[in-house]
C-alpha cells in the first residue's frame, strides 16, 4: 500500500494513466471513494493510457460502459446497487475472463462479490478544491509483483504519513 497527493483533476488523470502501464488483462480495479472525489476522472485517465479514444463518462445509470483500446476497458458504477445479488445482473465473471481491464466504482459496496484479488484506489478530498489523496492498495496476489515498479512510476506523487 502505499499514499499520493494529486493537486488538480489532470494530475489524477496522469497519475491513473502511469497505473495504466502496469494494467493486465484480466485485472480487477475498485475505485472507492466519496461521490465527486475523482473516480470517474481517474478512470478517464486510465482508459486514455489505454488508447480508448471515445469520451468517458460515469456510467451512473447504465452501470456498465465497455470502451475499446488496447484492451477492452469495462467501466462498471455500482453505486446503485441495493442488493449483492444484483451484482450477479452485472456478468462480472464473464468481464473478467475477456482480453479486458475492468474498473468498478464505488467498489467497496461490492467486496463480497469480487474475486479477492485486485487493485483498491481510494480516493479521498483534500485540503484545496481539486486536491485528492489516493491510497493505492492490493488485495490478494495479482499486484504483488508490479506494485514495487508502480510506486516508482507514480513517485513524483507518493507522500509519506
Not at 484480466?26 to 486510465?46: M, P
Amino acid at each position: 500500500m502505499f499514499k499520493a497527493k494529486t493537486n488538480n483533476v489532470d494530475e489524477t488523470r496522469q497519475l491513473a494513466a502511469r497505473l495504466a502501464e502496469f494494467v493486465i488483462s484480466k485485472d480487477l480495479i475498485l475505485l472507492v471513494g466519496d461521490l465527486g472525489a475523482g473516480k470517474t476522472a481517474f478512470t478517464q485517465g486510465l482508459g486514455e493510457s489505454l488508447g480508448v479514444t471515445d469520451a468517458i463518462t460515469s456510467p451512473t445509470f447504465i452501470l456498465a460502459r465497455a470502451y475499446t483500446g488496447r484492451l477492452v476497458l469495462h467501466h462498471l458504477d455500482v453505486y446503485r446497487i441495493e442488493d449483492l445479488d444484483e451484482v450477479r445482473d452485472l456478468a462480472l465473471p464473464e468481464l473478467l475472463e475477456g482480453d479486458s481491464v475492468t474498473v468498478i466504482e464505488w467498489g467497496d459496496q461490492i467486496v463480497p462479490a469480487v474475486p479477492q484479488n485486485y487493485l483498491e484506489v481510494r480516493l479521498e478530498y483534500g485540503l484545496e478544491d481539486d486536491q485528492r489523496y489516493l491510497t493505492i492498495s492490493r488485495i490478494g496476489e495479482s499486484w504483488k509483483n508490479r506494485m514495487e515498479a508502480l510506486q516508482e512510476a507514480v513517485d513524483e506523487w507518493i507522500i509519506s504519513e
